[in-house]
């Protein structure tokens, strides 16, 4: 604990990471999913994070050049919050952003109850432009995590879609708040 000026600077570390964790609606049980639909329709019912917030608990360290910051390239907007344990809290924030194509990511971080980063993981997004179509669903089901990603070719002349392939993983949430991939 550092004590400057006679403010106690954990405890106002810890309230401002509440304040943080007051954007995103608490979720009761550790389940959620985001499929395709959800992603196309999302925008509409979230919060826009102001970037203080940003740049504390989600993008650290994002300087890109002089004064521009990589988190103002995009728009952050909350999603939900998790009590995974009484130590660790798991939040789904929504990133947008995309010069000339889609480009809308899901993000699953978990956190110390303090409010230290411990984990990051792509949950889920849409990614496409003339030429590709990308979309990965993420379902979380108590501390595992299933994300299915599919990968399309697109052709901008004829609207064609054609499936490339499929990839399927599994993830765990570890008890030290780390994300693990597991065999599937």
Not at 50 to 70: E, H
Not at 95 to 117: K, M, T
Not at 151 to 162: A, G, P, W
């Amino acid at each position: 604990m550092v004590v400057s000026c006679g403010v106690n600077e954990t405890k106002s570390a810890v309230n401002s990471f509440q304040t943080f964790l007051e954007f995103f609606p608490l979720v009761e049980k550790s389940e959620y999913s985001i499929d395709e639909k959800l992603i196309s329709n999302h925008s509409r019912n979230t919060v826009k994070l102001d970037s203080a917030l940003i740049s504390n608990y989600i993008m650290k360290d994002s300087l890109i050049i002089s004064n521009l910051y990589l988190f103002q390239l995009y728009k952050f907007s909350s999603v939900v919050r998790f009590n995974i344990s009484p130590n660790l809290v798991g939040i789904i924030y929504r990133r947008e952003g995309g010069a000339g194509g889609v480009e809308v990511e899901y993000f699953f971080n978990v956190y110390s109850s303090e409010g230290d980063l411990l984990s990051s993981l792509l949950f889920a997004e849409m990614k496409s432009d003339c030429s590709f179509y990308n979309i990965q669903e993420g379902n979380l089901n108590g501390k595992n995590i299933l994300t299915n990603v599919k990968i399309y070719d697109t052709d901008c002349l004829s609207d064609k879609v054609k499936l490339r392939k499929i990839i399927k993983k599994k993830y765990e949430i570890q008890t030290n708040g780390g994300i693990i991939e597991k065999v599937y």
